[in-house]
């Protein structure tokens, strides 16, 4: 069983459709992120999680909503999206450092990616 | 804005032979650290070289190094005896030591195709 694991990893969506992207990992992590990755640009961080709660948002439209019920899980449901939202949509965990007097050492784990197409 | 430029597209190099991705990158801060990911055809992005930009010493992982040129703010990845394995999309990444925590600042990637 891989680390981190995404699904559905292919998703084709009309504009109008709700959709939510899964993605589980079993690293006993507790920070989990959604990346974006369009074609010809640099990855994009959208959200972060550190013990469930939100720390980050990358001011991504509201039509994207995360969610994180626990450490291991996390969602990221799609609702009125448009076509120029089309990428591969990367979930990543790592241990959380933050305010505990460490440093993060950038290392992430990620799972190979949901594939999204809006019509 | 801190920024990572990786300016080749795309590289092949034949199988057995060593091949070099350029990165440079932009940054105001003197703490920070440099990354290679490395994306094979879908599969998972992994890492494959961490360096601080406090040591001086070139990070090495088996076949792959890293030429770190902390003036220059250059750091690119050497892959000796290349693998058909090794045929991936490759990033670049930057993250300052005040950063947070999961904001890594990657390169538009290099296509690396090794060939038999």
């Known amino acids: 069983e891989t680390g981190v694991t995404q699904t559905p990893r292919h998703l084709v969506m009309g504009m109008t459709n709700k959709k939510s992207l899964k993605c589980e990992q079993h690293?006993?992590?507790?920070?989990m992120y959604w990346y974006k990755q369009s074609a010809k640009k640099p990855l994009e961080l959208m959200f972060v999680?550190?013990?469930?709660?939100?720390?980050e948002n990358n001011s991504v439209p509201s039509r994207f909503s995360p969610e994180c019920p626990n450490s291991s899980h996390l969602f990221l449901h799609l609702h009125t999206l448009q076509p120029e939202d089309s990428a591969l949509y990367l979930c990543?965990?790592?241990?959380?450092?933050?305010?505990?007097?460490?440093?993060?050492?950038?290392?992430?784990?990620f799972g190979e990616g949901s594939r999204l197409t809006v019509l | 804005a801190q920024t990572v430029t990786q300016s080749q597209p795309e590289m092949s190099v034949q199988e057995a032979e060593t091949v070099t991705l350029s990165c440079t990158y932009d940054?105001?801060?003197?703490?920070?650290?440099l990354f290679w990911y490395k994306q094979p055809p879908s599969r998972q992005m992994i890492l494959v070289i961490r360096?601080?930009?406090?040591?001086?010493q070139n990070a090495t992982e088996n076949r792959f190094s890293v030429n770190f040129q902390k003036a220059a703010k250059s750091f690119s990845l050497k892959i000796s005896d290349s693998q058909l394995g090794d045929t991936a999309m490759y990033f670049c990444?930057?993250?300052?030591?005040?950063?947070?925590?999961?904001?890594?600042?990657f390169g538009k990637g290099t296509k690396l195709s090794v060939k038999p």
């Open positions: 999680y550190n013990f469930k709660e939100q720390t």
């Open positions: 990543a965990s790592s241990q959380d450092f933050s305010g505990r007097g460490r440093r993060w050492a950038g290392e992430l784990f």
């Open positions: 690293l006993g992590h507790n920070a």
């Open positions: 940054t105001s801060e003197n703490n920070y650290y």
């Open positions: 990444a930057s993250h300052n030591y005040g950063g947070s925590q999961g904001n890594l600042i």
């Open positions: 360096q601080e930009a406090y040591k001086q």
